[in-house]
């Protein structure tokens, strides 16, 4: 009996040092798979598309680049240079090719999630569509309203003031 409590107990410790060498080796990538768990599971990227599709990537362009500007002033490499596919590059081309590998990143992680391989782990509920509430609250809606929403009749009587 006392052998089987001697060895659950060498059990539990090796099995403890397995999870703290796990944590070791995964820890220094936790902010990179925080990035793709955010971009991959709680980004609509259904609504996102519709949003770049019709100009949202120029703003996406332009973080970017701010990003690449921020990063490269506030935490510049020690000699200058950076080590990158065996190459030594400057500090901006550097931080460059890193935000662009991070906006890749976000663009496969959307990829992933609309070819539908998340399942019902990204599963967002649509939105109650809006009603049309325009013409509620005037009580007549007898007047005609130009192409800008106004009320032609008003908008008449005041351009024959000026």
Same mark, same amino acid.
């Given at each position: 009996m006392n052998q089987l409590l001697t060895s659950l107990q060498s059990l539990l410790v090796a099995s403890w040092d397995v999870v703290l060498a796990v944590l070791m080796l995964v820890s220094p990538w936790t902010p990179l798979l925080a990035w793709?768990?955010?971009? $991959?599971?709680?980004?609509?990227? +259904?609504? &996102?598309r519709?949003? $770049?599709?019709?100009? %949202?990537w120029i703003g996406v362009v332009l973080m970017g680049l701010v990003m690449v500007l921020i990063w490269a002033v506030v935490a510049?490499? #020690?000699?200058?240079?950076? *080590? &990158?596919f065996g190459l030594?590059?400057?500090?901006?081309?550097?931080?460059t090719v890193y935000v662009t590998s991070l906006l890749t990143i976000l663009f496969? =992680?959307?990829? +992933?999630? &609309?070819? %539908?391989? =998340?399942?019902s782990l990204a599963h967002f #509920? #649509?939105?109650a569509p809006e009603e049309d509430d *325009? *013409?509620?609250?005037h009580g007549d809606d007898s007047h005609e309203h130009d192409g800008h929403? *106004? +009320?032609a009749e008003a908008h008449d009587a005041h351009a024959h003031a000026h």
């Open positions: 793709v768990a955010f971009w $991959m599971l709680a980004v609509n990227w +259904v609504k &996102l519709e949003v $770049m599709i019709r100009g %949202g510049p490499p #020690e000699n200058g240079l950076h *080590h &990158l030594k590059v400057s500090n901006l081309v550097g931080k496969l =992680c959307g990829a +992933v999630q &609309l070819s %539908g391989a =998340c399942g #509920e #649509e939105d *325009h *013409h509620s609250g929403g *106004h +009320v």
